[in-house]
Nanobody
Framework: QVQLVESGGGLVQSGGSLRLSCAAS????????MAWYRQAPGKQRELVAVISSGNRITYADSVKGRFTSSRDNAKNTTYLQMNSLKAEDTAVYYC????????????????WGQGTQVTVSS
């Protein structure tokens, strides 16, 4: 059993900041990449940031310079620091992780968290 749990969402004014956390727990052998996605009402889920096991990070153009992703491998946790928030950042934010539960496999399985709501008031 593997669980990903996001936290840190909430209501913030435009220009404000929030820090999201996503902790993976359970029977985990190794985690490859971890990523943040978001889904606004009526829109498709979109990638926000992905961080590799080697800490290589890719951001969506819409958040570059405002959001910072990081991870703590010892805690199986990834973070998303969101600064200079805008109304258009309002969405449910999801994290995922590509991981192995056993060493004797070459297959990485993707697990998702349940999401956390971020609302930015203008």
């Amino acid at each position: 059993q593997v669980q990903l749990v996001e936290s840190g969402g909430g209501l913030v004014q435009s220009g404000g900041s929030l820090r999201l956390s996503c902790a993976a727990s359970g029977s985990i052998f190794s985690i490859n990449s971890m990523a943040w996605y978001r889904q606004a009402p009526g829109k498709q889920r979109e990638l926000v940031a992905v961080i590799s096991s080697g800490n290589r990070i890719t951001y969506a153009d819409s958040v570059k310079g405002r959001f910072t992703s990081s991870r703590d491998n010892a805690k199986n946790t990834t973070y998303l620091q969101m600064n200079s928030l805008k109304a258009e950042d309002t969405a449910v934010y999801y994290c995922n992780a590509d991981l192995k539960t056993v060493p004797a496999t070459t297959v990485w399985f993707r697990y998702w968290g349940q999401g956390t709501q971020v609302t930015v008031s203008s």
